[in-house]
């Protein structure tokens, strides 16, 4: 059974920085690719950004240029620096998982909250 686990949320003042790790239970290789996503209160859960099996990464407009995404294969672990933080960045943030087969299969953490607020 797939798990994934994320840490590394919490409070921080707006301009700050916070990296989030998602640690999964089994290889990463297994999957064809993993990312980040959020959900703030009232407000559907969104792409924040994501990695392929291959490294390529892609990220949303909105943190583009201030989120970097990364993957450390020997530790089966994916990494969110998340800088220059901003009010609006307030959500539970989600690691997800994916496998393409016949069908897609998504694999979900149970979150973590990120609060910027001074």
């Known amino acids: 059974q797939v798990q994934l686990v994320e840490s590394g949320g919490g409070l921080v003042q707006p301009g700050g920085s916070l990296t989030l790790s998602c640690a999964a239970s089994?290889?990463?290789?297994?999957?064809?690719?993993m990312g980040w996503y959020r959900q703030a209160p009232g407000e559907q859960r969104e792409l924040v950004a994501g990695?392929?099996?291959?490294?390529?990464?892609n990220y949303a407009d909105f943190v583009k240029g201030r989120f970097t995404i990364s993957r450390d294969n020997a530790k089966n672990t994916v990494y969110l620096q998340m800088n220059s933080l901003k009010p609006e960045d307030t959500a539970v943030y989600f690691c997800?998982?994916?496998?393409?087969?016949?069908?897609?299969?998504?694999?979900w953490g149970q979150g973590t909250q990120v609060t910027v607020s001074s």
């Open positions: 997800n998982a994916y496998r393409r087969g016949i069908r897609k299969t998504d694999y």
């Open positions: 089994g290889s990463i290789f297994s999957f064809n690719g």
């Open positions: 990695i392929t099996s291959g490294g390529t990464s």
